[in-house]
């Protein structure tokens, strides 16, 4: 460097950030710190609330609903000791080992301490996520998965080893046996193999079988296990129970539809009690307070009414027999009306993307103002409603809490949120020019166009199933942290070098990841 080229205070700091980095005590510190939050977080959570939740008593009865990967594992806790103590030490152990998986990754990739503890903190540090690791419910495990998948992917993307694309695939395998949400990474690995095949030239034929090798080995697990536990074959899941969130807010249209057909009786029934709620729905100007009442009367309504009566009705012996009913009616309905389903899809995907629950005071004002505009509410405020063969609803709410997160709160967090939207619409549109150019971007850009496209294929399948399932995008955060991070470490790499070519540090297209005619 010639004399007269002094280094920038900014220049300094990155260079020794990047010296840091390559010390073995940076790994332990990362590891340190990890354990540090980890040991902070049970301090701050454990035992300050009940592990046991609504969902959990279906998955330690191996309800016939349930897929087997969590409920197995719970038994694997019992067989321990108290399921209350050993999964929530089971599930924040994987959680830890995870985050630090993940963190070294970028650590490595990066060449940058500061990043990966800044990681490190990010996926610690949202109690949102971490609560989940004192729940018995399947959120911390599969948090802990995604970790692990986007760290093979990252790996996957900067060796081009085959290896690491089958990691990723045991993941999917491992997700869709806890829950069949998990299928949402099927498409997700399809769409990495195309541009892997494009902008790497790893071989379309090895990940192909990769895939299929996935799905055969979820599918055919899940089979399985239905038949020698519970008599049937096909994936169980709560598609019908999702479902019929948006069916009972489409029956009041189309009951005329069924006359005269078996499932007459049923939408008719569902038609009459959805009926005024949906006239005062549609008169709701606040987009926000329209999603929260809605899914306030579906779940309510779905839970606390329609399931009691049609097991007491009809004699279902178990939640499976009540699904197959459910999912006659619901995809029935909706079959009448795919566009009113697509309507409310898009708008719970919007919901969803606008984190309509989170609000400042300003609009929750306007919001309740809404909704007490439209007052009286049908079934509101009644200690019990009497319906067939005794009281199904107790006291039921509609309205918009008083208690609202402070303004700055509510500003930072869609800050991260919309960011990060715009940073991962940018790196998927940066891997669409890679691919066509077939050549390889930066893997910082890779990461966030690969995290976008996760988030946005979980939080689709999440609006197209259920009304207020925002409980499924929890295990997404990773994608977030990893997202900010990994934008900050491309800023960097621009400081440093202002420019380089995207090809180098690569791995070579060999035995591993062989070259395709252009």
Known sequence: MPRFQTPSPLTRILHLDAALARSPWARVAVAVLALALTLAMAYLLAGKREVIAADTRDYLAFSPLRVFGYPTFLMMMQAIGDVRITSVVVQTALYFASSVFLALTVLRASRSLALALALTVLLHGNIVTTTYNFIAVTESLITSSTMVALGALLQFYRTRRLSWFALICAVAVFNIVIRPAGQVYLPFLAVVAVYAWLALRVSPMRMAASIAVAVL???????????????????????????????????PEHAGDFAGTPLQDSVTELAAIMEPVVARLDRMEDPRAR????????????????????????????GWDRELHVREIAGAIVEKDLLGYLELSYREFMALVTLAPIMTASEAEAARADVERQAPWPYDGDESWEYEAGPRLLKMEVGIGTEQRGTATVMAFRAVYYGFYIIGIGGALAMVVTMVRRRPVAWELQMIGSCA????????????????????LVPIWPCIALSWICAAGWLREAALAGGRDHAAGYASAGSAARRVPS
């Open 217 to 251: 080995v979820s599918y055919g697990s899940i089979n399985a296990v239905n038949y020698a536990v519970h008599g049937f074959t096909g994936t169980n899941s709560n598609h019908g129970t999702g479902l019929l969130g948006k069916a009972m807010l489409l029956a």
């Open 291 to 318: 999603t929260l009442v809605s899914q306030t009367y579906v779940n309510y309504l779905r839970f606390g009414v329609l399931f009691p009566t049609y097991r007491e009705r009809h004699g279902h012996a178990d």
């Open 453 to 472: 496209i996760l988030y946005g294929g979980t939080i689709t399948m999440t609006a197209l199933g259920d009304v207020g399932g925002v409980r499924y």
